[in-house]
């Protein structure tokens, strides 16, 4: 709520209560945003931060509380980030990731976060980039981000991971075909969950398949491991397969790539944020209106406003007659 | 928009103890979302501590509790001091479901902001909530 601000220290310290603010804050950007993050940022680099994808009710979050389950019983921590989409009429959600996660949430060593996604592409991998920078922050040994494998944003969310676990499930017949669409060429591994049901060695073939079409053998082949998230079963295999991606992105330079493109994704949406403002304040000067006049009456060209819009100078009618 | 604008409602819409009807809350849930409300919504049997919990992780700034199973006295100061304990005590607390006319004024006396019964119109609920929390 209102009330205080968020005291970095309290976040870098791991404190429950703050980290949660800072969320919040974050969350919905602006100057606060902006300052906590950058005091924040050069604390984190320290979590392995991994993207779980897939379609709905393959067993995403089940597998996501059963991971974290798994990292605290080597004495690791875990922070989660569990993306849910906004409804497009309404902008509200019902965000019910939690269910599937209510063993792991209880746990001191993790923290969970619903996320909506309303609406805004750009918005929402801002979001998703500054939330991660708080958990990071915080110190928790792994990051894990669920979304629904489906839109632009999600993809621009799994680019900020530094792996990137897609997850499948037999049965669910499209799965195969909808992975084609953009997210086999981002999934550093492969989960084919619900492997109690009949139908799992399909998948796996097909998936092998699939991987063996690529023209030359890529620096990493994404692994295909088999779950059953709802018993723990395979879960400690995943927690190894991405240590060893990370070690692979460590010895190939890639982490610190994925890092400056976390970053970038930071600034950017910090120059959307301003530009943001810098038009809400245009729109409120007096001159406005007669400015979009002249726009269209062809006296003032639309560019030239705009250049005007951006220097925040206001006086948006100056020079018109 | 995220333009550190408006700030969304976001609410916990929870159903402690072993109570099984869940239909009240699931109403609820949709009702607040077609609201524009952002609700966590965390399913059955939820522990006080559980619902403790999920508010301080989702830093929500409505707590919904629906109990229709006549287990309100024990559960609903427990929630409400474990709020209070970590640091949330300003969160709007909300109970609805079968609350016998008597227990009102306890319910309230350990922190519950209204209590709604069978029949309650939704939209006065949604009206309730945005009097309180929105644009805070
Ligand atoms: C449907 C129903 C069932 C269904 C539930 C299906 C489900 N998944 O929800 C079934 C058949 C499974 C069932 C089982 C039982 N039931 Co039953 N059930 C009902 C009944 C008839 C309607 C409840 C309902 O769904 N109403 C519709 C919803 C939309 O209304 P609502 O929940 O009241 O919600 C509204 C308001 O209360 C409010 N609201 C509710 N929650 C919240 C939360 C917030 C924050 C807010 C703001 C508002 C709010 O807004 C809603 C919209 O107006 C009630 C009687 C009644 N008339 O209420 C008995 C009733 C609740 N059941 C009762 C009992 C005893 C049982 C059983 C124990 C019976 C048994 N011996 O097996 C079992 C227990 C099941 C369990 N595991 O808990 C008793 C409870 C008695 C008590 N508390 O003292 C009742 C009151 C019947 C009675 N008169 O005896 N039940
Ligand atoms: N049979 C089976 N069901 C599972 C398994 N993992 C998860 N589920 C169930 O699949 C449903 C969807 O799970 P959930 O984790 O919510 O999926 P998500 O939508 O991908 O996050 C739930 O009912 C789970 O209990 C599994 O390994 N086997
Ligand atoms: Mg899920």
Redesign the interface.
């Known amino acids: ?2 009330g205080a601000p968020v005291l970095a220290d309290d976040v870098l310290a791991g404190q ?2 703050a980290v ?2 800072a ?2 804050v974050v ?7 902006e300052a906590l993050l950058q005091t924040l940022l050069p604390h984190t680099g320290h979590a392995h931060v991994v993207g779980i994808t897939g379609a709905p009710g393959v067993g995403k979050s089940t597998l996501v509380d059963g991971l974290a389950l798994a990292a605290r019983g080597q004495g690791q921590t875990a922070g989660i980030i569990a993306v849910d989409p ?2 497009p009429f ?7 990731d ?2 599937r996660m ?1 063993d792991a ?2 746990d001191p060593g993790v ?4 996320l ?1 996604s ?1 609406g ?1 592409t750009g ?1 929402l991998s ?2 998703a980039a500054a939330s991660l920078t708080v958990l990071d922050a915080a110190g928790f040994d792994w990051v894990l981000v669920e979304t629904v494998g489906a839109g632009q944003s999600e993809i621009e969310i799994m680019a900020l991971a530094e792996s990137v676990m897609v997850v499948l499930a037999p049965g669910l017949g499209d799965d195969i075909q909808a992975i084609k669409a953009g997210i086999l060429e981002i999934a550093d591994v492969f989960v084919v969950n619900k492997a109690d049901r009949p139908g799992a060695d399909t998948s796996v073939r097909e998936l092998r398949a699939m991987l063996r079409l690529a023209a030359e053998p890529p620096p990493w082949t994404p692994p295909i491991l088999t779950t059953v998230a709802a018993e723990r079963r395979g879960l400690e295999r995943i927690l190894e397969e991405l240590a060893r991606h990370r070690a692979f992105l460590e010895e190939t330079g890639r982490r610190a790539e994925r890092r400056t493109h976390q970053v970038e994704t930071l600034v950017r949406q910090a120059v959307w ?1 301003a530009v ?2 810098r038009l ?1 304040a245009a729109r409120e000067d007096p001159g406005w209106a007669r400015a979009l006049t002249a726009v269209a009456a062809g006296t003032r060209d639309a560019s030239g406003l705009a250049d005007q819009v951006l220097r925040g100078a206001g006086g948006m009618a100056d020079g018109i007659h | ?5 408006e ?2 409602i976001r609410v916990l819409v929870a159903k402690p103890g072993l109570d099984g009807h869940d239909r009240g809350a699931k109403v609820i ?2 009702a ?12 059955l049997h939820q522990t006080p ?2 619902v403790a ?2 508010a ?4 929500v ?1 409505v707590v919904a509790l629906s109990i229709l199973s006549g287990a309100h006295p024990t559960l609903v100061p427990r929630i409400a001091r474990l709020l209070r304990e ?3 005590g ?2 709007l607390l909300l109970l609805g479901g079968i609350v016998p006319e008597q227990d009102v004024p306890s319910m309230l006396e350990a922190g519950v902001s209204r209590v709604f019964g069978p029949g309650t119109d939704t939209r006065d609920i949604v009206r309730y909530i945005q009097e309180r929390v929105g644009d ?1």
């Open positions: 709520m209102t429950r209560r949660s603010r969320l919040t969350e919905r950007g602006g100057p606060e945003a906004s409804s309404t902008g509200g959600a019902i965000l019910g939690r269910i209510q949430t209880m923290f969970m976060r619903s909506a309303r805004q918005g801002r979001a944020d943001a403002r809400a | 928009m995220r333009d550190g604008g700030r969304v849930a949709r607040l979302r077609d609201a524009g409300m952002e609700v966590v919504y965390t399913g501590e559980q919990e999920a301080l992780q989702e830093d700034q970590n640091g949330q300003d969160v805070s």
